[in-house]
């Protein structure tokens, strides 16, 4: 999984409790990126980062939020969970690049995080 | 519509087959061209990437682009059950290589001995 952790790898949280997910990369990859993974839907975009306290928004980011204090690490926040939550959670990264091998901007994703949100 | 349509199957096959999966796409925008595996409970993990149109090879992968059908294919010859796995389709367009990518759901694929 291209030196990418995932933790918790599972979570069963309570409807309106905070949740943290943490990724950790060891690749020292600019790009970090956070994605849901739900039946119907494949993997839809929540939040990204361009570098250490750049972030962005997705294209489902209502209800979450994330924090980059370090290279290596990217946060998902639920600030207050709902059952709709209940998903798969990947976290990915990828490096720029405008030469080289195709590969260096391609993402390459962790295990994922099992949520279920009761 | 989604911009990136893709059959989600199941698909079952017997092993030896050619097994080929396919996506379209509305975005005309869109200059490359990812297919990813993704087991049972793990993370995808890249297969194939293309960059405009064409196909590219490697091994039993081939990976066809025509972007004026908006149309993307992968085929695997010789499919083992090894390969029994979601091929999940994904691309961008072109310029920054920030942001999100667009996927399809996936398509299931079982290859039985």
């Known amino acids: 999984d291209a030196g990418i952790t995932q933790s918790p790898r599972h979570k069963v949280t309570e409807t309106g409790t905070p949740v943290t997910l943490r990724c950790h990369q060891t690749?020292?990859?600019?790009?970090m990126y956070w994605y849901r993974q739900d039946p119907g839907h494949g993997l839809r975009l929540i939040h990204y980062s361009y570098g250490v306290k750049d972030t962005d928004k997705g294209e489902v980011s209502d209800g979450y939020s994330v924090s980059r204090s370090k290279t290596e690490d990217f946060l998902l926040t639920l600030e207050s969970a709902t059952s709709s939550q209940t998903s798969v959670y990947f976290c990915?990264?990828?490096?720029?690049?405008?030469?080289?091998?195709?590969?260096?901007?391609?993402?390459?994703f962790g295990p994922g995080t099992r949520l279920t949100v009761l | 519509q989604k911009e990136v349509e893709q059959d989600p199957g199941p698909l079952s096959v017997p092993e030896g087959a050619i097994v080929s999966l396919n996506c379209t796409y509305s975005n005309s925008a869109f200059q490359y061209f990812m297919w990813y595996r993704q087991y049972s409970r793990k993370g995808p993990e890249l297969l194939m990437y293309t960059y405009s149109s064409g196909n590219k090879e490697d091994g039993r992968f081939t990976a066809q682009v025509d972007k004026s059908s908006k149309y993307i294919s992968l085929f695997i010859r010789d499919s083992q059950p090894s390969d029994s796995a979601t091929y999940l389709c994904?691309?961008?367009?072109?310029?920054?290589?920030?942001?999100?990518?667009?996927f399809g759901r996936g398509t299931q694929l079982t290859v039985w001995p």
């Open positions: 690749e020292n990859h600019r790009y």
């Open positions: 990915a990264i990828s490096e720029p690049g405008t030469s080289g091998p195709p590969h260096r901007d391609t993402q390459y």
């Open positions: 994904a691309m961008r367009p072109g310029g920054s290589t920030l942001g999100r990518l667009y």
